[in-house]
């Protein structure tokens, strides 16, 4: 199975404003292994960076100016994606972006519209972190120390980064129990072992013989107990 793990960062937090993509970061798992290929571009917007969004990843749009735009790497980009499974922390907010970018390319070029749920099948770490620890924090950095996942690289988000950590988050997610919740576990079984009472094996019930005494033994029997009364 071929998954694709992906981020993005953005110029502002909504898409429904006209923001657009700066970076995106894809990191490919096959049968669950990373196989050291990726798909990494900084993108120019073309428009003003929110001051909110530079202070998360740290990109102006003067850093910018030199990078592609994503008309000039969408071709590539859907080609790596393509067929795979992706895997995205809150995926309506990646999505909604790649839907509208994807959007104003098809346009551009007089194509029919594309839609990434579409091209891909897509995994929500978000709402799967969230089904297995309800009413708990479920952000990147939260699943980090749940998992025991190193972020000390985080300083600044970036999607490259943040696709590679969310990666090794999913893994340890989907895999099993984390070395600590195993250890736990054992401990938990080996006290329930301990402190539970003794329990008796109860044989089964079987079935009693009833053996009829024949006539002669039924005489005999009658004689011994004359001479016993006697």
């Not at 551009?108 to 891909?120: F, I």
């Not at 009693?208 to 016993?228: D, F, G, K, R, T």
Request: hydrophobic letters at 40%.
């Amino acid at each position: 199975m071929r998954q694709i793990v992906l981020d993005t960062e953005t110029t502002g937090l909504e898409v429904s404003e006209g923001h657009r993509l700066i970076e995106i970061g894809c990191v490919e798992l096959v049968s669950r292994r990373p196989t050291g290929r990726h798909f990494h571009r900084y993108l120019n917007p073309e428009r003003e960076i929110d001051v909110g969004a530079t202070e998360v990843h740290g990109f102006t749009l003067e850093k910018l100016q030199g990078e592609p735009r994503f008309a000039d790497v969408v071709e590539e980009f859907l080609a790596f994606v393509e067929g795979a499974e992706l895997i995205i922390h809150n995926a309506p907010f990646d999505l909604g972006f790649l839907n509208a970018e994807l959007g104003r390319w098809c346009e551009a070029v007089s194509r029919k519209r594309l839609v990434m749920e579409r091209q891909c099948t897509v995994v929500d770490t978000l709402a799967l972190a969230r089904s297995r620890h309800p009413g708990q924090r479920n952000s990147l950095d939260a699943l980090c120390k749940r998992y025991g996942v190193d972020n000390a690289r985080r300083d600044l988000h970036g999607a490259l980064l943040d696709a590679e950590i969310l990666a090794e988050v999913y893994l340890a997610m989907t895999g099993g129990q984390s070395a600590l919740e195993l250890k736990e576990s054992i401990s938990a079984g080996a006290a329930i072992k301990q402190s539970s009472p003794l329990q008796r094996w109860v044989r089964p019930a079987g079935v009693i013989p009833v053996i009829e005494p024949s006539p002669e033994e039924l005489a005999l029997h009658e004689a011994l107990m004359v001479n016993v009364k006697s």
